[in-house]
């Protein structure tokens, strides 16, 4: 059931670095909507070492736990379960803590990344293009074994990365072929574009977007525009930010954590625009 205002409970953010996350701003921002006065959420640096001794000293009044990097995959031999969703990307980003002391994982990125595109009218596509092979790839890759219909073409630096990824798609069950990164200019004609890569590294592909693109999910939000956001939304096309990205995962995990069923989406997006606003981030 819902928790009373009255209850005094605890959650919080892990990671490191961790300085950066919103995730603070986010959720303390729904908790106020909520009327949940007693409730906190704070952000501590903790790495993979330190993880184990962190929840060795977590009491009663702990009600769940967002990790980031480098603590998706650490996590998992400290819990007493995990989703089928995070199990299918050995990632969790969740924890849940249950009135009976159980620990269980939970993956909101990937289900967050299907409900901003659904957002944004993309309900299901073809075929998908991914630029990038990293950890949040597979997540994409994850997120289109909901939605995508056909073959997903992901462009990779290396033969190592573009083996990950055909692994990933033989356990995701999703048709994946690989392509090299000097040909990723042809992936931006998909009707579906996940831009997984570090800041920067797609700038060099924004004079390749085509006159009339249909959607890019660019997982960035920092800076933002990206030069390729710029050009895609210029041209007219869809574009999917990261922070639409970083809000849905934290509308999931608030749910999760307070039991709520109704999430105040509109003020956790507010809250967090203006504190990307005040930082200077997002110009």
């Known amino acids: ?51 184990p001794a962190f929840f060795k000293d977590l009491g009663p009044e702990w009600a769940g736990l967002s990790l980031t990097m480098p603590l998706k995959r650490a996590v998992i031999p400290l819990l007493d379960e995990i989703s089928e969703t995070a199990a299918s990307v050995d990632a969790v980003n969740t924890v849940v803590f249950t009135d009976d002391g159980r620990r269980i994982g939970d993956n909101t990125d990937i289900p ?45 630096r290396s033969e190592a990365r573009a083996a990950e990824m055909r692994q990933w798609g033989e356990r995701l069950d999703v048709e994946v072929r690989t392509a090299d990164w000097s040909d990723a200019a042809e992936g931006l004609r998909a009707p579906l574009v996940f831009a997984t890569t570090p800041a920067g590294t797609t700038d060099a592909l924004s004079a390749a977007v085509p006159e009339r693109p249909a ?69």
């Not at 819902?2 to 959720?27: C, E, K, Y």
């Not at 075929?127 to 950890?135: D, Q, R, V, Y």
């Not at 989406?265 to 203006?274: F, G």
């Open 215 to 283: 959607t890019l999910f660019d997982v960035l939000y920092d800076p933002w525009p990206t030069e390729l956001a710029a050009r895609w939304s210029g041209y007219g096309g869809a574009v999917v930010s990261g922070l639409d990205l970083l809000v849905h995962q934290a509308v999931l995990q608030v749910g999760q954590m307070t039991g709520c069923p109704a999430v105040p989406i509109s003020a956790m997006r507010a809250a967090v625009k203006t504190a990307v606003s005040a930082s200077g981030n997002g110009k």
């Open 112 to 156: 967050g990344m299907v409900a901003a595109l659904r957002e944004h009218g993309i309900e299901q596509v073809d075929s998908a293009a991914i630029l990038g092979a990293g950890a949040t790839a597979s997540s994409a890759l994850a997120a289109l074994s909901w939605i995508c219909a056909g073959e997903v073409v992901a462009y990779v």
């Open 1 to 51: 059931m819902p928790p009373r205002a009255t209850d005094a409970r605890r959650a919080a953010v892990l990671g490191s670095p961790i300085a950066h996350s919103l995730s603070p701003v986010l959720h303390r921002a729904a908790y106020g909507e909520l009327g949940l006065d007693n409730w906190s959420y704070d952000r501590f640096d903790v790495d993979e070492a330190a993880l």
